[in-house]
């Protein structure tokens, strides 16, 4: 039974979380005025490497074999494209819309995992699917307001790092995480890097001092996001996720002059509360199952 201190930081920990990624992003839209987004990509990345730096250890001795070695490699260069995507994004439209867009990530993965993992695609999920679809009309809303090619590369790029976390899963069965992130960053970073020397402008030591910091919020994203699932299961933690939304309206309109736009909140709050119903649904029918795995009394 989920203790209510094991909640409350479940909970805690998502919020750090919101708040780690929509720094993230705040960095990335100020940098990105002057910096390419494939080289910001590619420093982010290249930064970063030093927060991987007490797991080398830990991937050299992973017993890899050429086809693990494969699929690590097109998870990398498969991530490699949505960041790339991701980057372009921030500097074309709005942080709220990119974090809002960026909740169908998770919808994705679960069309993703029926279509190719054979998970099955209950009338729940089906229905979850078809609101977060009306959902990201509602923010879009196309033909009553022009499309960006920033919209357009949002939602590419929520389909690729839905197929990086398929093919991570498919990874999780035999390595640990340290071992996947480790591959990841490395990869991702000689992927990337072809991209930035195309549109490679020198950076000043203060941009990429930035994009350090921007690496340290991505690696503390993911941190607190691990520690909020190891406190609380996601059908606790989904729906504080939303609250990311809100502080990516707060910064854009205070940091950047975006404005508030009612239709991309309650389009967002539409995909979140579509996510969140299949994580309740999914708790649900695990505890009925365990409330009814007990000796019979026949």
Not at 255 to 264: I, K, L, Q, T
Request: aromatic share 12%; hydrophobic share 55%.
């Amino acid at each position: 039974m989920l203790q209510p201190r094991s909640a409350i930081a479940g909970i805690l920990w998502m919020v750090a979380c919101g708040l780690n990624f929509v720094a993230l992003a705040a960095i990335i839209k100020h940098v990105g005025a002057d910096i390419p987004a494939p080289q910001a990509a590619f420093l982010r990345y290249l930064t970063g490497l030093v927060f991987i730096l007490p797991f080398l250890g830990q991937w050299r001795r992973a017993r890899i074999s050429n086809r693990e070695h494969l699929l690590l490699a097109l998870r990398g260069l498969v991530h490699s494209i949505a960041v790339l995507l991701w980057f372009f994004t921030v500097t074309r439209i709005p942080i709220a819309e990119v974090t809002s867009l960026g909740y169908l990530t998770p919808v994705f993965v679960t069309l993703g995992a029926a279509l190719f993992l054979g998970d099955r695609l209950n009338s729940v999920k089906s229905l979850a699917l078809l609101g977060a679809l009306c959902g990201a009309l509602v923010i879009l809303r196309p033909g009553f307001r022009e499309i960006d090619v920033g919209h357009f590369a949002i939602l590419a790029s929520t389909c690729f790092f839905s197929t990086s976390f398929l093919l991570a899963k498919r990874a999780a069965s035999r390595f640990s995480a340290a071992v996947i992130v480790t591959s990841l960053s490395i990869v991702s970073t000689i992927c990337m890097a072809p991209a930035a020397f195309l549109v490679w402008i020198p950076p000043t030591p203060e941009q990429v001092l930035w994009l350090f910091f921007a690496a340290f919020f991505a690696t503390a994203g993911n941190f607190t996001m691990t520690q909020s699932f190891r406190n609380a299961p996601v059908s606790v933690t989904q729906p504080v996720i939303y609250l990311q939304l809100v502080w990516a309206t707060l910064l854009g309109a205070i940091a950047f002059g975006e404005g508030f736009d009612m239709m991309v909140i309650l389009g967002g709050a539409i995909v979140v509360a579509s996510v969140s119903a299949v994580s309740w649904h999914s708790a649900f029918r695990k505890q009925r199952g365990r409330s009814g795995s007990g000796v019979s009394l026949k």
